[in-house]
């Protein structure tokens, strides 16, 4: 079984700063895709930043030059550094990853963390 562990999160006024981040284990062959996604009350969850095993990354507009996402390839780690943060910025963040099981397989499954509650006061 595959599971991502999230940590971080939490209070913060806004054009503060917190970090996130997301560790998977289990039985995995390999991770092409590891990212955070929001999801406000009464919104729809969004995607907020992707890393690929390449070394791409991307963003959602409304968080570039303020959120940083990286990975740590070795210890199958994905990282959020959120800066400047905005009221707007609250939401439940979650951990995803696209894991291929096995070196057999054919597709890759998505994974999904419990979540981090992330609230920025104004």
């Known amino acids: 079984q595959v599971q991502l562990v999230e940590s971080g999160g939490g209070l913060v006024q806004a054009g503060g700063s917190l970090g996130l981040s997301c560790a998977a284990s289990?039985?995995?062959?390999?991770?092409?895709?590891m990212g955070w996604y929001r999801q406000a009350p009464g919104k729809e969850r969004e995607l907020v930043a992707t890393?690929?095993?390449?070394?791409?990354?991307n963003y959602v507009d409304s968080v570039k030059g303020r959120f940083t996402i990286s990975r740590d390839n070795a210890k199958s780690t994905v990282y959020l550094q959120m800066n400047s943060l905005k009221p707007e910025d609250t939401a439940a963040y979650y951990c995803?990853?696209?894991?291929?099981?096995?070196?057999?397989?054919?597709?890759?499954?998505?994974?999904w963390g419990q979540g981090t509650q992330v609230t920025v006061s104004s």
């Open positions: 995803n990853a696209r894991i291929r099981r096995y070196w057999w397989s054919s597709y890759d499954d998505d994974y």
């Open positions: 289990g039985s995995m062959f390999s991770i092409a895709v």
């Open positions: 890393a690929s095993s390449n070394g791409n990354s």
